[in-house]
């Protein structure tokens, strides 16, 4: 029973291709990062002033006399939605991942579960457009106010957006402390609340605290919902109902006017070198996080 | 009675795991068309010895082997094909697998990978090999019943079924009867004294009696070293060579 | 020995038990509304936006092409690009997705090697999808120098899509037991044959779970799409299933909602929002089609 030449070599070829499909990661990470830097390297070293971009609030790339690419209201737009939205989403998500995980009746478990799924799978363009109708005209009423397409609006939109990753991945933080520390807490006589948050908090800590910086990731990301939601203002926002424009919305409104390598094209592709930055830098560290429940455990 | 020639001829084998020494470098013989026993406690290293045998555990990420084992020959360690070494040993593992396929294509997986196509030729293989395994006549009416759904006992013949499939010329069970019931054990034990003349028979086994019966030579392994190897009946002896074999047979360690 | 006895104690409430007891009900309450929070003001949002789509959602709002600058007319074009889209973006990403998922968990050793390509797989699920998109633009159409077309879209997406299949690939492939592997390996198969004969027919359904919920991103995405092959508006032919081609622009469903709900001007209300009901039906009932089949499978387990 010896096996054909043929077969073997087929084989090997399956096992290279395989092997190139999983390096095939790396390349596209890399591939991501070098495609939007070649595109936006051109200015970035001929032209380009970093003091302007981080400190101006002045964003003015079409202006005939002087133009100014101050991203500072931008970057101010982007933080804000995100906190507010992290403001909303944190405890409830947390609050919703420990209910499903510890308070829940089984038969509702499913239910529930099922619906955050659904829910995860609304489309940012149809948050978008639920900012732009629904929560619109309900700003408008509740506050009186001249518009509602403003921070607070982009801020609920974004955090419904937020919390299935944080319920989901805030479950699997709870779930992975061992049931031995719950079973310990109910031999000493504590309730399900003293068990959570004595026991079980402190214990699903990191995996929590990556449920987090996972969600805040996904809103400093988030293009379509914050576009449609926050209004067109650049300016850095006073109070919840001004309007604002995110780093991300300025790329997807001004790409399709800014003519191809001109200095305004350029410069949203540094724009977009920042986003990856700092997604990256965000994931890096909750990985960290992560890695470090597994070597503590 | 042994042969002359060694089929097997292991000499100065170490097994590491990691900065761990499993085996210490040990050396025996096993002749053609015995049952040869090993016991010894827990962590003796028995399982990393026929590990090594059919070269499976350079599968499992940090382990390294030394020195030689020579099968007819020609020292194993060495050899490319792992895979057709693999076919030439067969090994029962302690806890029964029933694969995810009917009981059919469990017995017909190792020749249908070897180049046996569907035919009489297969369906003689798979037959022969279920009634070696003396799991035919439960099963005969029912082959295209998922493995997975036999009861251990008959998923362990099943698995002595499909490590007869390739006609191997060395079986090896690790702790066969760790998981099933004494009546199917001693089925096993007659399908073993049955098998001896057409292969040589290596039997990893915690319980010593059951070396007793079957062995014709044994060797007590402790601590990745041998304490003893010689025909079975010296061994359980009231005067072994070496007294730490009489104290492990009696229970007083292990 | 301070505490009651068993025949002194009678298993009263004391007042601190008392306390106890309805502390846990409160959080369990608190809890149970935080939850249903998110909920319920979703299904009210839903509720109304198929109120508001109701005079338009007919059989031929899918079929008819769009009329009068888009203010009148069916969505046919932007059904029939998101189709496309979405069929060879995944066709791309899941050979590549299920061979790399294959890849880390049959055959990576322990190295870092494996903990970059794990990290660029998660780097890569984190990428805001704008930056897919001026990726796409700068890789695909002017590097690759394929232009504004449904392929280029369908590339970018495809490297969107990418990690969450290799994710849940190599879940379904852990859930088989080692212990078949090894059975396999002890009858003289190679790794490969292994995968084949047993590893991958029994994380099938796994693999297609995670395939299905890809659907329903790739289709719902706008920005990836934008700038890379989706255009407002594309006339072609209603109802012909054939009408685009691999180098055409085309339009898509997300696209059309956002040009809908805030290009065009004077649409008459109902049009956005029915638009924006097709998408979101599509995109939930492929979803809900996907947990139907996970728990169909799941009660068909083999072992």
């Known amino acids: 029973m010896r096996r054909s030449t043929l077969a073997v070599f087929l084989e090997s070829v399956i096992e290279w291709g395989i092997r190139l499909c999983g390096l095939s990661a790396i390349v596209f990470v890399f591939g991501i990062f070098f495609f939007v830097f070649r595109e936006g390297a051109g200015f970035l070293f001929g032209g380009f002033k970093p003091l302007e971009f981080f400190g101006s609030i002045e964003w003015y790339p079409t202006s005939q006399s002087r133009v100014r690419y101050g991203a500072l209201a931008l970057i101010a737009g982007t933080a804000s939605v995100t906190a507010l939205a992290m403001v909303i989403a944190v405890p409830f998500g947390l609050g919703a991942a420990i209910f499903v995980s510890e308070f829940c009746p089984p038969r509702l478990r499913e239910t529930l579960k099922i619906t955050i799924e659904l829910l995860a799978a609304i489309p940012s363009v149809v948050w978008g457009f639920i900012g732009l109708t629904v929560m619109n005209e309900l700003i408008i009423d509740v506050f009186q106010a001249p518009i509602g397409l403003t921070v607070l609006n982009g801020g609920i939109i974004l955090a419904l957006m937020s919390v299935p990753i944080i319920v989901s991945i805030g479950e699997d933080a709870l779930k992975a402390v061992p049931d031995s520390y719950r079973e310990a807490a109910l031999a000493l006589g504590a309730t399900r609340w003293q068990t959570v948050h004595r026991v079980l908090l402190p214990g699903a800590r990191n995996g929590l605290l990556a449920a987090v910086l996972l969600g805040i990731g996904r809103a400093v990301g988030e293009t379509m919902a914050v576009l449609m939601a926050t209004g067109h203002a650049v300016q850095i926002p006073t109070s919840p109902l001004d309007s604002v424009r995110t780093l991300t919305a300025t790329i997807a409104a001004e790409l399709g006017e800014a003519s191809v390598h001109s200095d305004h094209y350029q410069v949203l592709f540094i724009i977009g070198i920042v986003l990856f930055v700092i997604t990256f830098a965000i994931n890096l560290v909750a990985d960290f996080v992560v890695r470090g429940i597994r070597r503590s455990s | 009675m042994p042969s002359a020639e060694p089929l097997i001829d292991v000499r100065n084998l170490r097994a590491n795991y990691g900065l761990h020494s499993a085996l210490h470098g040990i050396s025996f013989q096993v002749f053609p068309n015995e049952i040869f026993g090993i016991i010894g406690p827990a962590q003796s290293g028995k399982t990393t010895l026929l590990k090594t045998l059919n070269r499976t555990l350079e599968l499992i990420p940090g382990t390294r082997t030394s020195g030689e084992v020579r099968i007819a020959g020609t020292n194993v360690l060495a050899v490319r094909d792992v895979c057709g070494l693999r076919r030439r040993v067969g090994m029962v593992a302690p806890l029964p697998v029933g694969l995810p396929m009917s009981i059919y294509d469990n017995v017909a997986f190792a020749p249908r990978r070897g180049g046996l196509r569907a035919g009489s030729e297969l369906d003689e293989r798979v037959e022969q090999c279920l009634r070696q395994a003396a799991l035919w006549d439960e099963v005969k009416d029912r082959l295209d019943l998922l493995g997975t759904k036999l009861s251990g006992g008959q998923q362990q013949r099943l698995t002595i079924a499909r490590a007869l499939s390739h006609d191997p010329e060395i079986l090896c069970l690790d702790e066969f009867s760790i998981a099933i019931d004494p009546v199917t054990t001693m089925r096993i034990e007659d399908v073993l004294r049955e098998l001896k003349s057409r292969m040589t028979i290596i039997l990893v086994t915690n319980l010593v009696q059951q070396a007793r019966r079957l062995a014709d030579r044994t060797m007590f392994l402790w601590k990745g070293g041998i304490v003893e190897v010689d025909r079975t009946e010296l061994l359980f002896s009231e005067k072994p060579r070496n007294p730490k074999t009489y104290e492990y047979i009696h229970g007083v360690f292990g | ?303």
């Open chain 3, 1 to 303: 020995m301070n505490g009651p006895r068993f025949g002194q104690h009678n298993f009263r409430a004391t007042v601190a038990s008392v306390r106890k007891i309805r502390q846990e009900r409160a959080a369990a309450a608190i809890f149970g509304l935080m939850s249903a929070l998110m909920i319920v003001p979703l299904v009210l949002i839903v509720g109304y936006l198929i109120v508001q789509a109701a005079p338009l959602l007919t059989f031929d709002f899918l079929v008819e092409s769009p009329r009068r600058g888009m203010r009148a007319g069916g969505i046919w074009p932007a059904l029939l690009g998101t189709v496309y889209l979405v069929l060879i973006s995944l066709a791309v990403a899941t050979p590549i997705g299920v061979l790399a998922a294959v890849y880390l968990n049959e055959y990576a050793g322990e190295n870092w090697l494996t903990r970059m390509v794990n990290l660029s797989v998660v780097n890569l699920a984190g990428v805001p999808s704008i930056v897919h998109a001026l990726f796409g633009l700068g890789a695909f159409v002017l590097f690759a120098g394929l232009g504004r077309s449904i392929l280029a879209a369908s590339l970018t997406l495809a490297i969107m899509t990418l990690p969450v299949i290799v994710a849940s690939t190599k879940e379904a492939l852990s859930a088989v037991p080692r212990s078949f592997r090894e059975a396999c390996w002890n009858v003289g198969a190679t790794r490969w044959q292994t995968i084949w004969h047993v590893v991958l027919p029994n994380s099938f359904s796994g693999i297609l779970t995670g395939v299905i919920l890809q659907v329903s991103r790739a289709a719902g995405e706008t920005a990836p799409i934008m700038f890379t092959g989706a255009v407002f508006y594309k006339a072609i032919a209603s109802g012909d299933p054939f009408a685009y081609g691999l180098l055409d622009q085309c339009m898509a469903l997300s696209m059309h909602l956002f040009t809908v709900s805030t290009q065009v001007p004077d649409v008459p209300d109902a049009l956005p929002y029915a638009t924006a009901v097709v998408l979101l039906g599509t995109v939930l009932s492929v979803n809900a089609l996907s947990i139907i089949l996970r728990t169909w499978l799941r009660s068909r387990k083999r072992w």
